[in-house]
């Protein structure tokens, strides 16, 4: 989807407060790294003996890293800059490895929703990560790039569907015709058709920095949850050209609708009902779960029920689109609801701090777009991705250890 799903102004202020933590390898699942602000998350990958951390992105599909001496440009004019702009981690150096090949008349060209962008060549290599290894890993080496990092992640490796990556005939990304890609495996699915894992993981976002949480590779992490769990199935949202025969793209799935009031003995109707005693929600439809995506994208008609509902009430700034909030304010009860059960926001993830004394609404407006549940959202639960069965499943986190909570959501 992007690497981080928000308008480029925001991403240029949360970017400058940035100071990412260390992590490490445990029980075969690889531990996230989180920056200061909360919202990208990184993890530990090596490739070609090189260790970095890179963004974890289930909205996109390609790996790739930065390569030394690159072109970083301003996304907005495309103009050289200095590299600092770009603001990576140490960059991949094929130089230092015995295992890089490389992949001749191939590029990759790569564009996400805020903006940013990225061309390079393509190559296998050996990637390992939460202790499992594929060695012959086809990536990008990225040698132009319009992008707005962190300064600890090298790169990014995408989750979703090998239907969505971004590699294209010749050496010239200038001569490429967007949708006519060569498709290959992203790095998971290499993973699982090796038989070196189940064709499952799981994601359990923390909100408190320096833990980033746990991606768990081929089962479910060992955190506190819910016992309930629910499943829906995965949507095959698009189709192929020539075959015409439906896909897997995104994470998305069909959610009941969003809950949403100010009013804290509210009891929600997640199936349509006529009781009188039940708030009915507002209608969802299919939404895509990114952790590639920081805040939460709804239709406008939620997103400016919620604003409306804030107290005091969020206001939108002409300047970024985005709805601001006071950040000592106080946001309304809010949810998604999934197969029957209402999955509750906690009101400390509803409010994001961009700067000193300014804050944004986690729940944003959507503009037509696509509506994405991004990190907001899955801090709250337990995300699992079942590929063999093509279903999610959820579950709602528990003991989260909480700093602030000045409305606690029914059944959180």
């Known amino acids: 989807m992007n690497a981080k799903s928000r308008s480029a102004i925001v991403a240029q202020a949360i970017r400058e407060q940035a100071r990412a933590a260390a992590g490490r390898l445990e029980n075969g699942s690889a531990t996230l790294l989180q920056e200061e602000s909360g919202t990208i998350f990184l993890v530990p990958v090596t490739v070609g003996g090189q260790q970095f951390d890179v963004v974890l992105d289930t909205g996109s599909s390609d790996p790739w890293l930065i390569t030394p001496n690159f072109t970083c440009v301003d996304i907005y004019t495309n103009t050289p800059i200095n590299e600092s702009y770009c603001y990576f981690g140490p960059p991949y150096s094929q130089e230092k490895s015995s295992t890089y090949h490389p992949l001749p008349n191939e590029n990759m060209n790569v564009s996400y929703s805020d903006g940013e962008f990225l061309t390079g060549s393509m190559g296998y290599e050996t990637f390992t990560m939460g202790g499992i290894t594929v060695p012959k890993q086809e990536f990008g080496l990225i040698n132009y790039a319009g992008w707005l990092g962190d300064g600890v992640s090298s790169g990014l490796i995408g989750f979703a569907y090998s239907t969505i990556t971004s590699a294209y005939n010749g050496t010239n990304a200038t001569a490429d015709v967007r949708g006519d890609t060569i498709k290959y495996n992203p790095l998971f ?9 189940a064709p499952i993981f799981a994601l359990a976002l923390d909100r408190t920095p320096p833990s980033g949480g746990l991606l768990s590779l081929g ?15 995965i949507q095959s949202v698009g ?13 998305t799935i069909v959610a009941d609708g969003f809950a949403l009031s100010n009013d804290s003995g509210v009891i929600f109707g997640p199936v349509n009902t006529t009781s009188p005693r039940k708030t009915p929600l507002y209608e969802a439809g299919d939404v895509i779960v990114d952790s590639g995506t920081s805040l939460l994208y709804a239709p406008n008609n939620v997103a400016n029920a919620f604003a409306a509902a804030f107290d005091p009430p969020a206001t939108l700034d002409d300047s970024t689109g985005l709805l601001n909030v006071a950040c000592t304010g106080t946001p309304p009860i809010f949810g998604v609801s999934v197969g029957g059960k209402v999955f509750y926001v906690n009101p400390v993830d509803l409010i994001i701090e961009e700067d000193v004394d300014q804050c944004i609404s ?13 990190d907001v959202w899955m801090k709250n639960v337990v995300v699992v991705h079942d590929i063999a069965a093509e279903v999610m499943g959820f579950m709602a986190r528990e003991f989260l250890n909480l700093t602030a909570s000045p409305v606690v959501a029914p059944g959180y």
């Open 362 to 374: 986690g729940v944003q407006p959507s503009n037509g777009g696509l509506t994405i549940l991004g």
């Open 219 to 233: 089962g479910l992490p060992s955190i506190p949850h819910s016992p309930i769990y629910i499943t829906t199935p």
């Open 239 to 251: 189709v192929y050209a020539n075959s015409h025969i439906p896909v897997y793209e995104y994470y």
């Open 189 to 197: 699915t290499n993973m699982w058709e090796s038989n070196t894992t």
